[in-house]
């Protein structure tokens, strides 16, 4: 079963019933899943958490869908590494990656997706769809394919191979949009009104955004009930960063996390703050598309859309629905936003490959990148817990590193090795 | 000729279940206004109080996002297009 009473309205307060429904009618704010968290709190625990699986649904219980018979893949329960090699080229001691990296379908949105389908089978449809920067498209196809429904997913024409294939491969019907992907959203929103399909992160997306509150759960939980000092987060809409923060205060008022006294969630579940969290919650954008970071930086409330040039193209959302939200996150917490120059998405990605042997995606450049940027600022000292979250894997954006291939060509002969090698680095025969 | 206006789920409960309508206009606010004479509240939905756009609204002129080009001070043609669109999550 799952403890939620409704919908509510972020903006305005107006409460909706747990439909398939995302925006207010009234004022078009966007609504938020209510849950009972009383009833919760007489419930959980750590143990009810760690006999659950080894997948999101251990959290079922903060999820707004039954975790009964959830369409799952096994998302989420990703590995929490002490990053000592890259610790130490950035001077900091207490390094760990949350290497969401290696999920079923190669990025962090399978959280969110197996939420989003499993509510959408419980709601009844027999059809997904979204609209994608990539990750998504490979994470809906890949639910749907699990669920036996159908799927249809909107990608804008440029996406990378690897996002391409790795969506296709699971039978969905592709549409390739000539526009950017605010374009294809657009579409998307207009198609949602008049198709009975599940668009996840849209008619869905109350549902689907919770998903991503398991990256702080797990955290918290694979650091033994405690909360980072840092936290590095790569993003679009902002919707995975204000969840994360919005995951950590609800462990924290449930009690769950160690030493901290549970406490009341006050009138708005989504502005809860409780003061035992005391996270700073950076934030990484490419700078071709960093229209948060720029609102941020002129202590602007609102966020302007731009037009996204940015080689990191699951960041490239140029008009960010949760931008508001993840500005009050980087606010309340004392966080900080970062644009990384395009160059250094690139040197991020390998900085990363080169000291820790993992492979990331262009987000994952960029993260990294911002993380060197804040360790290098005094941003982290030395000593403070952080951990910088990789979200999306190398093989679906190989076209950005190919540089790096440079082989020694040989014959298959002990001379031209040793020549080769010779030419290469000056040793050998 | 007029404008043609697609009009999103939210609201077709003031348009009578219409998902368009068409209407004469020169620019973004004159047709703001002709909806709210024909449609009742239709503006105070779009438009906060300090007469802009409210934040989670995106109104497109032809496909364009009127943030820019100049907001409701964007012209509107014969045949033009004009699509209401709720802001959405990332993807």
Same mark, same amino acid.
Request: charged share 20%; with cysteine.
């Given at each position: 079963?799952?403890?939620?009473?409704?919908?509510?309205?972020?903006?305005?307060?107006?409460?909706?019933?747990?439909?398939?429904?995302? +925006?207010?009618?009234?004022?078009? #704010?966007?609504?938020?899943?209510?849950?009972?968290?009383?009833?919760?709190?007489?419930?959980?625990?750590?143990?009810?958490?760690?006999?659950?699986?080894?997948?999101?649904?251990?959290?079922? %219980?903060?999820?707004?869908?039954?975790?009964?018979?959830?369409? %799952?893949?096994?998302?989420?329960?990703?590995?929490?590494?002490?990053?000592?090699?890259?610790?130490?080229?950035?001077?900091?001691? /207490?390094?760990?990656?949350?290497?969401? =990296?290696?999920?079923?379908?190669?990025?962090?949105?399978?959280?969110?997706?197996?939420?989003?389908?499993?509510?959408?089978?419980?709601?009844?449809?027999?059809?997904?769809?979204?609209?994608?920067?990539?990750? *998504?498209?490979?994470?809906?196809?890949?639910?749907?394919?699990?669920?036996?429904?159908?799927?249809?997913?909107?990608?804008?024409?440029?996406?990378?191979?690897?996002?391409?294939?790795?969506?296709? @491969?699971?039978?969905?019907?592709?549409?390739?949009?000539?526009?950017?992907?605010?374009?294809?959203?657009?579409?998307?929103?207009?198609?949602?009104?008049?198709?009975?399909?599940?668009?996840?992160?849209?008619?869905?997306?109350?549902?689907?955004?919770?998903?991503?509150?398991? *990256?702080?759960?797990?955290?918290?939980?694979?650091?033994?009930?405690?909360?980072?000092?840092?936290?590095?987060?790569?993003?679009?809409?902002?919707?995975?960063?204000?969840?994360?923060?919005?995951?950590?205060?609800?462990?924290?008022?449930?009690?769950?996390?160690?030493?901290?006294?549970?406490?009341?969630?006050?009138?708005?579940?989504?502005?809860?703050?409780?003061?035992?969290?005391?996270?700073?919650?950076?934030?990484?954008?490419?700078?071709?598309?960093?229209?948060?970071?720029?609102?941020?930086?002129?202590?602007?409330?609102? @966020?302007?859309?731009?037009?996204? /040039?940015?080689?990191?193209? =699951?960041?490239?959302?140029? &008009?960010?629905?949760? #931008?508001?939200?993840?500005?009050?996150?980087?606010?309340?917490? #004392?966080?900080?936003?970062?644009?990384?120059?395009?160059?250094?998405?690139?040197?991020?990605?390998?900085?990363?490959?080169?000291?820790?042997?993992?492979?990331?995606?262009?987000?994952?450049? +960029?993260?990294? =990148?911002?993380?060197?940027?804040?360790?290098?600022?005094?941003?982290?000292?030395?000593?403070?817990?952080?951990? +910088?979250?990789?979200?999306?894997?190398?093989?679906?954006?190989?076209?950005?590193?190919?540089?790096?291939?440079?082989?020694?060509?040989?014959?298959?002969?002990?001379?031209?090795?040793?020549?080769?090698? &010779?030419?290469?680095?000056?040793?050998?025969? | 000729?007029?404008?043609?206006?697609?009009?999103?789920?939210?609201?077709?409960?003031?348009?009578?279940?219409?998902?368009?309508?068409?209407?004469?206009?020169?620019?973004?606010?004159?047709?703001?206004?002709?909806?709210?004479?024909?449609?009742?509240?239709?503006?105070?939905?779009?438009?906060?109080?300090?007469?802009?756009?409210?934040?989670?609204?995106?109104?497109?002129? &032809?496909?364009? %996002? @009127?943030?820019?080009?100049?907001?409701?001070?964007?012209?509107?043609?014969?045949?033009?297009?004009? =699509?209401?669109?709720?802001?959405?999550?990332?993807?």
């Amino acid at each position: 079963m799952s403890f939620i009473s409704g919908l509510k309205c972020r903006e305005c307060g107006r409460e909706f019933p747990a439909e398939p429904l995302n +925006v207010c009618d009234f004022c078009f #704010g966007p609504l938020e899943v209510v849950y009972d968290y009383a009833t919760i709190s007489e419930v959980i625990s750590h143990d009810r958490i760690s006999s659950g699986p080894l997948s999101i649904w251990r959290y079922q %219980d903060l999820l707004p869908a039954s975790g009964e018979d959830p369409v %799952d893949i096994m998302a989420g329960f990703t590995p929490l590494m002490k990053a000592r090699n890259l610790g130490k080229r950035l001077g900091l001691n /207490n390094l760990y990656i949350k290497n969401d =990296s290696v999920n079923p379908s190669f990025s962090f949105k399978d959280r969110v997706v197996s939420v989003a389908s499993t509510k959408a089978v419980e709601f009844g449809f027999d059809t997904l769809a979204c609209a994608s920067t990539g990750n *998504l498209a490979c994470s809906v196809a890949a639910h749907s394919a699990r669920a036996g429904v159908r799927s249809y997913v909107f990608i804008p024409w440029d996406l990378e191979t690897g996002k391409i294939v790795g969506a296709a @491969v699971y039978g969905p019907t592709l549409v390739s949009v000539e526009g950017t992907y605010d374009e294809v959203n657009r579409l998307c929103s207009e198609l949602a009104d008049n198709y009975p399909w599940a668009f996840v992160n849209i008619n869905m997306r109350p549902y689907y955004a919770e998903g991503s509150k398991t *990256l702080g759960y797990e955290v918290a939980e694979q650091l033994d009930w405690r909360l980072p000092d840092h936290v590095v987060i790569p993003s679009a809409s902002g919707a995975m960063f204000t969840k994360i923060w919005k995951g950590f205060n609800e462990l924290a008022c449930l009690g769950l996390l160690d030493g901290v006294e549970a406490s009341s969630f006050g009138p708005d579940q989504n502005t809860v703050h409780h003061p035992a969290v005391t996270t700073r919650m950076h934030m990484a954008q490419a700078e071709g598309c960093s229209p948060i970071v720029s609102a941020w930086a002129n202590g602007q409330a609102h @966020v302007l859309p731009v037009r996204p /040039n940015t080689i990191a193209k =699951s960041l490239a959302i140029g &008009n960010p629905a949760d #931008g508001i939200y993840a500005i009050r996150v980087l606010n309340e917490s #004392g966080g900080t936003a970062t644009a990384v120059p395009e160059p250094e998405v690139v040197e991020g990605i390998k900085l990363l490959a080169e000291t820790e042997g993992i492979f990331t995606e262009t987000a994952g450049g +960029v993260t990294v =990148s911002a993380l060197k940027s804040l360790a290098e600022s005094g941003a982290i000292q030395p000593d403070e817990l952080a951990v +910088v979250y990789i979200t999306g894997n190398g093989l679906k954006t190989l076209e950005a590193v190919d540089s790096v291939v440079n082989p020694l060509s040989i014959k298959p002969t002990m001379r031209s090795f040793e020549g080769a090698l &010779n030419e290469r680095i000056g040793v050998g025969g | 000729m007029s404008v043609l206006v697609r009009i999103p789920t939210p609201l077709r409960r003031m348009t009578n279940g219409l998902d368009k309508v068409e209407m004469e206009s020169s620019n973004l606010s004159e047709l703001v206004e002709k909806l709210d004479t024909e449609y009742p509240g239709f503006k105070e939905r779009l438009v906060d109080e300090n007469g802009e756009l409210r934040y989670f609204v995106n109104v497109y002129v &032809n496909g364009e %996002d @009127v943030r820019f080009l100049k907001g409701l001070e964007t012209s509107t043609d014969s045949g033009d297009e004009v =699509s209401i669109v709720p802001a959405v999550a990332g993807g």
